[in-house]
């Protein structure tokens, strides 16, 4: 139950509004966070195996489904924030019930199909856990008033110079290996060849990303992806999300403050058209996620997500789970990119090498940043 | 101050999310009237003439100005909803803040130039708690789950037959007339003449909307204006607003319970094409605003405001105010239809004969309702 | 058939391309008004009343329907653009077919209830004619290359000081009389009480609204209505349509050339709102229809039409016609203002005291101007 | 002169607005095809390099430039069928201006550099000829009339059972090899790591696709990726690019007819997510661009491009061109899927087994089929 708990514990200094809006698509309210995933163990762990089960309320599978159209309809996805009722109170209210029986559940004697339920309901509140994150510091990101709230997050970064490590080319085994738990998308461990690449030792530095800003790098398309440059115009981009410019110099919201931009912390809330351009400004690449997962050990990694140059495809021998959950991951392998690696964000247990997490390519609000590779 | 004290009591029942969302651009966060009604005493009166004031908060007139583009900046309409901070608590605050401040102010010397903006001050703060039974009702009305909160307006209406009260062509006196308060939109009486006409002694009935509807009104394009029917079209209307079919029935959502239509109630939630294509049905019209005002004290009115066929026009003299204030009626004198009378949501001092409410054409979430002419 | 032979005079001087194209919703293509209002006689003529008439092509019906839903289903307006088929030298073709047979069914025996469709049909492609001068000017106006056409229309003013003419208050009749035709909207001659006004004996000029411009009449949101400032923001309006600043001096498209603005010719191609911003701005009004209605003996017109400050709404007796001609002038009484006199681009017999022209208030490609006046 | 002589020839059968419509953002007109294909090699070949040469039209730059950034501003994409000057007849004479020219200066002392460009240009113009077949399709098809033209595509397949090849696990070569014109995405031949798999011998039928349509195949989200359900329940999907049901039997207009479906041709108008949900209702999948590349020697191709599950991304030593033709492929490589094979559309040199095409995964107006494989 501590993961249940630490759920709730990322919402500390929030006011009932703040876990109530939703002020862009992307951006669920925390609210319905909180209550979602506690039903996906009421419809996917008591509602199919616990005896006698009752729901809390008959009207949640349908206010707190988020995808799964093997379950039935749902509040579409750009109303989430106009749901006022059920109110904050009576969602905690849900948790602990839900808890409680969950608890009795797991008290009797548990077969290891459900456990294998429960543990990706476990996994799956971890990713909403990461998801809240981002949603809370875009909500209040967005306030005309920069509410504070505490976070410790620590990105310095020690601003020495860029080093790069080099690996040979040739055939690698690439995705998960062992008992452990991981999602399907990295299953099917499979040999790849790599071409010889050689890569960052660290990620870009605040100091670095602004000097591709003085540099004029959101002026010059030559350095974006045409739909980039497009996302640029159009947003009128001229640096990182959460960046203002005050008396000529770039604050960010942090959270805790509205502060001047560290130099010496890595830069992040870059969308992956950002990645790319910064990294077409200094005539290098991003590593695929091949390349990544191949370095990964002499990495040191675990602040950011990184982009990679690799589009979220399935692995040559994937396969989608059964039922509902089937449609966890791979109907998401289409107009995404994949990054890897971990944020400070990141719940424990999703740090891990095969990890493959994927996003739209004008995504910001995530807590992402750019390391470069170099070929040939 | 019980004028003050009357917005909070409209908010009874409202958990705190339901007053921040907003979920349509056309509906303001009941949180935001609370504040917004309070930044205009703030704004026009302590802020100009009380001594050493100094304001609750530097960011309240950038969050709570409504539309007075000559007092500054100002949140976005649509971004209303978006905004968690400060919280209905603070907001609270900020309305004893004020009051208290007004309170001293008031037991001062006050000049008369001074208690007109007090009058326009709470004339400005009833019309936003109209506002505000209008905007809950439709956030509490698009729920899933049609919460129930108090509500005692009584809409019951005798379906008698429809009787005419004939009226003789001539020059009538229009607009408002003595030394009570009204707005500069109602001044500047002058002459009209009037043809003859007959008008209704009743609003329109459920009873008799309901036979629109199953005559097919809701699909015979003669009945409505192009744009109305484009309007119908589009959102697929079969019904007044908040009403759905349950097994065959008509129902409706009323505050305090989502329940069968009373047939013997008046119709209410009407736009003005809908008020407009049953009066085509049935072969009359609706009235104008001057037929309204000629027959206004024969007429027994106060259940809902009634849509006429007049556009919201200036009278032949109109003159706006000088300022700020001059933003307040005259810069909204396009595409939008007068309304006269009175609905049971209407604060006391409303109500007369010369007032004039308008809304554009397609709005149905005010309490509106239908009355008929006819002529020659 | 000089009426009819006069709607292909206006196409002179166009290549097939300019016949086809619909840049702007509001813009049909001259292709589908030379087809339209041949149909308009093929359909409610030839179709009701000529013997053994077959239509010249099945799927014309369907093509060429403006907007009578009566009638049947339509090409969506945003579509009459993409129409290739049938090409101009087929709708030519039609034209010559549906002359002929109208010219052998004139020839037989004829009824005064199919006299009076012909005329209407006439009075129809009239309105065509005007319509199809604004479209091609429009389409014209937006090549890149502002392509050369020849056009006669003198609208030179003498820019000598605007003067007033005055009349006093008092009880007129207002509506067509006699047995000429007209519209069905300005039927039923009736009373209505005018006060007094002063009226401009004149339209105004470039010169003056290049004054307006000057005194930065686009940036002063006062002058405005509020959706008439949201129209000049989101346009970002500096001038008229067609207006552009070639090295600091203004010029504008006029089909003959693309040439410096004279400051002696009345201003044209002007919404209602910067009419009534222009007015705002002079602390005048526009006329109401009434008032123009009253004064236009004593005025000389018919450079432009005339905005006024009145909606365009039915007149007390207002009958529409029966049948799909019903659908003519009363489904668009709502959300558009009239406009009073009549321009050079307007057919004969469509220039009288009594007509009722009218357009939503943001409408600038047709030939509109200005005329105030004063009150009190 | 060949090449470009055939450029016209796709345009038999055309009328000039035929020419000049542009239907979808994604459709450019004909004559737009025409021009931007020969000012190719006025901006690129006669502009750098012949001597003394002067442009055609001081326009046409602005007019006619396609995504060019290098080189200047340009007609935004979506305004490309509002043009109606130049006139057809104009651009005719404006591609022999400037053949005459290139053939001048061909005639001259040629540098291998301008070979290389003069090469580029043919090839561009080949793809735009590709596209001119998807375009004039798609504005004929949207036709109420469905014109008839000539084509003469046999698209016809025997209907056999489909057999599968296999092929064995190991690292292969892709990529471009030799002397001969490729694009800049092609080159870098490199080692990739194939799984083994078994490819279909040819492509699937239409009556193949009629039984995944009368199987439920486009009302089961579980076969759809989350944005390919949402595109087809946008846009009401139910069948192929230019299906149409009459009486209950498929037709599908086919330039020089619209006619039953027949069963015995292969499928085509297929976008990706249709060829992926087709794909998993087999049970199967479509190749990735290696499996396909590494089989293609022993496939029979060139009726349709075939979708493979391969995003279109650089290859790991891709190196853009230098200059404005560095923004012809690699700009683009984001949020596209990447096709391979030939159709029946395609010119000359433009069917080899490296050759790299790519679109949009909801794009359907190309040539596009479907081929499965399957794995383990």
Redesign the interface.
């Known amino acids: 139950m501590s993961i249940r708990k630490h759920t709730e514990d990322i919402c500390a200094g929030l ?7 939703q ?1 862009q698509v992307f951006v669920s309210p925390p ?1 319905w966070h909180l209550a979602h995933s506690t039903w996906f163990f009421e419809q996917f762990v008591l509602g199919n195996f616990a005896k006698n089960y009752s729901v809390f309320d008959e ?1 949640f599978a ?2 707190f489904n988020s ?1 799964y ?2 379950v039935g309809k749902r ?1 579409l996805r750009p109303n989430r ?8 109170e009576k969602v905690y209210e849900y948790r602990a019930f839900v808890n409680e029986k969950m608890t009795e559940f797991l008290a009797s004697d548990l077969s290891r199909n459900v456990a294998d339920i429960i543990e990706i309901g476990l996994q799956h509140e971890q990713q909403h856990q990461e998801l809240m994150h981002y949603d809370i510091k875009y ?2 990101g ?4 920069f ?1 504070s709230i505490e976070n410790n997050f620590d990105f310095s970064q020690k601003n020495i110079p860029l080093k790069f490590i080099s690996f040979e ?1 040739g ?1 690698y085994e690439i995705g998960h290996q062992g008992d452990n738990f991981c999602f399907d998308n990295e299953l099917g461990r ?4 790599v ?1 010889s690449f050689e890569i960052a030792d660290r990620l870009i530095t605040n100091q670095e990303y602004i000097e591709f800003i003085e540099a004029g790098g959101y002026q010059d ?2 350095l ?6 497009d996302f640029v115009q159009q947003n009128e981009l001229k640096a990182p999300l959460y960046w203002h410019q005050v008396d000529g110099e770039w604050h960010h919201y942090n959270l805790h403050a509205f502060e001047k931009v560290n130099p010496n912390e890595v830069v992040k809330h870059i969308s ?2 950002e990645a790319s351009a910064f990294a077409a400004w200094k005539d290098m ?1 991003l590593p695929t996620e091949f390349e990544w997962e191949v370095a990964a050990d002499q990495l040191d990694w675990g602040k950011l997500w990184e982009w990679t ?3 979220y ?2 692995y ?2 994937f396969q989608k789970a059964e039922g509902a959950l ?2 966890y991951n791979g ?5 995404q ?1 994949v990054l890897r690696g971990a944020a400070l964000s990141t719940s424990k247990n999703h740090s891990r090498k095969t990890y493959r997490n994927f996003f739209h ?1 004008d995504m910001r609000w995530l807590y992402s940043g750019i390391r470069l590779v170099k ?2």
Chains 1, 2, 3, 4 share one sequence.
């Open positions: 006011n009932n509004e703040d876990y109530s809006v002020p609210k009207d349908f206010l995808y159209n093997n509040v924030g106009l749901m006022t009722r059920p109110s904050v909500i209040l967005n306030q005309a008033t509410p080319e055939v499979h040999k790849v060849y071409n398309f030559n974006w992806h045409a739909e980039g440059w992956f058209y690449q140059n690799s589009a495809l399935p040559p021998n089937g449609e109907k998401f392998m289409i107009n990119m390519p070929h040939g």
